[in-house]
């Protein structure tokens, strides 16, 4: 018994002398305080840090703000929230070491959507003074739709034949597959097979084919496939660029669009985030084509008719044992 009362004794002891030696560290909350931010509205482009300003894609904006220290301050940054590196960053002279302003214009074309910035100043080795709680926030409408996973089939099926000599030719042989669902209309967001396709040909912007290659070894006998992988609009190319028959496009309603090729991948797919960056994107790559190679992992470009543009980023082109081949697209259209 007088072991265990020995042990609680030292526990007593020892909790005592932990709470004398406790330190009480800076509340984080209040370590900011010197730092005042106060923000003006007096023109129409100027952001409050009270309200969301909805602006449009290419809109004029800005930050009509100063900055008090009670201590010296060396540089002001303007960071978007989510980032690491700052959209400005301000060096700052000896006489704006208490007190600085400025009014900052830009243009809100980033992104679509809801962008946060807060603006705060730094000391002399650049660390972070404090930002007033202050949070300036603009949404920029929506101008491009957004149409991920899109299931578009191949037209056709190809196979080789090599012949029942070494030396005999290689021979290619296409056909439809009328129940493919290989034509697509940006407009609808939807694929057709031929004969859907063919009652709603106004709306029809591309269909795409496989072409197979093949070559053999007459040593050998070996025969290599190729296949090339194509992206056409029916009304545009000749009545004989489809190498197989049962596709009849001559009394379809015309529909003019125009196609562009890229090696542009997911990333530059992905970074376009508004319907300006993708008309700019568009343009660049020269929408003049009636067909195009696509190749997965790269962005083929669309021009229709009404003028608008549109990034299709292939996913992927492989094999589905149900709907045999076809290719899965991400597409983003912009509005006119």
Known sequence: MKKYKFILCVLACSALLLNACKKEGDNIFNMFEGVKIDVYTTNPEDVSDTNTKIVNDGDNVSFNYSVTSDQDMYGISILEVGTNTPVRKIVLNDSQRRNFS?????????????????????????????????????????????????????????????????????????????????????????????????????????????????????????????????????????????????????????????????????????ALKTGTQIITAGKAANIIQTSVEIKAGTTFYVLTPDGRYAAIYIDKIGFDRIYGYYANFFIRYAYK
């Open 102 to 270: 400025e009014v900052y214009k830009f243009v809100a074309n980033n992104r679509t959507g809801v962008t946060s910035y807060r603006i705060y100043p730094t000391d002399k080795i650049g660390v972070y003074m404090g930002d007033g709680h202050k949070v300036f926030t603009i949404n920029i409408n929506n101008n491009f739709d957004l149409n991920p996973e899109q299931h578009v089939d191949l037209a056709d099926s190809a196979i080789s034949d090599g012949g029942p000599l070494l030396t005999s030719p290689v021979t290619v042989t296409h056909t439809a597959r009328p129940n493919a669902k290989c034509f697509y209309s940006l407009g609808d967001v939807k694929s057709y097979t031929y004969a859907d396709a063919t009652a709603n040909s106004a709306n029809i912007d591309f269909g795409i084919w496989s072409k197979l290659t093949a070559t053999k070894n007459t040593t050998t006998g070996i025969i290599t496939n190729t296949f090339q992988f194509y992206a056409y609009v029916p009304t545009s190319v000749a009545t004989t660029y489809l190498p197989f028959t049962g596709f009849n496009f001559t009394t379809w309603t015309p529909r003019a669009t125009k196609l562009a090729t890229t090696t542009q991948n997911l990333a530059a797919f992905t």
